[in-house]
């Protein structure tokens, strides 16, 4: 499974905005699906992650009430929508598949992390 993130930008503080993941191959539908983002100078950390069900969804602390991840298996296609965003989303966004069912946040179960997109938070 190949993933691509798109859908990045600049945006003001409270504003909102949807990041796609999209996926090439048969077995998407098998795979959970995790966003992660990194900030300059920080490690990767996780945001949101989505089972292939769609039913089980997992958020970091710093998200939940604010995003919210869903998915297309039809397309072949993940979203991360996030609303009420501050200068600290600022990062560059990466989705990727997990090894596991479950939506876990464990980062080192991910692969195929692709090309990430850039969110930019202006305050």
């Known amino acids: 499974v190949q993933l691509q993130a798109s859908g990045g930008g600049l945006v003001q503080a409270g504003g909102s905005m949807r990041l796609s993941c999209a996926a090439s191959?048969?077995?998407?539908?098998?795979?959970?699906i995790g966003w992660f983002r990194q900030a300059p100078g920080k490690e990767r950390e996780f945001v949101a992650a989505?089972?292939?069900?769609?039913?089980?969804?997992n958020f970091a602390d710093s998200v939940k009430g604010r995003f919210t991840i869903s998915r297309d298996n039809a397309s072949n296609t993940v979203h991360l929508q996030m609303n009420r965003l501050k200068p600290e989303d600022t990062a560059t966004y990466y989705c990727a598949f997990s090894l596991i069912s479950g939506a876990t946040m464990r980062k080192e179960l991910y692969r195929n992390w692709g090309q990430g997109t850039l969110v930019t938070v202006s305050s």
């Open positions: 191959g048969r077995t998407f539908s098998r795979h959970t």
């Open positions: 989505i089972a292939s069900s769609g039913s089980n969804k």
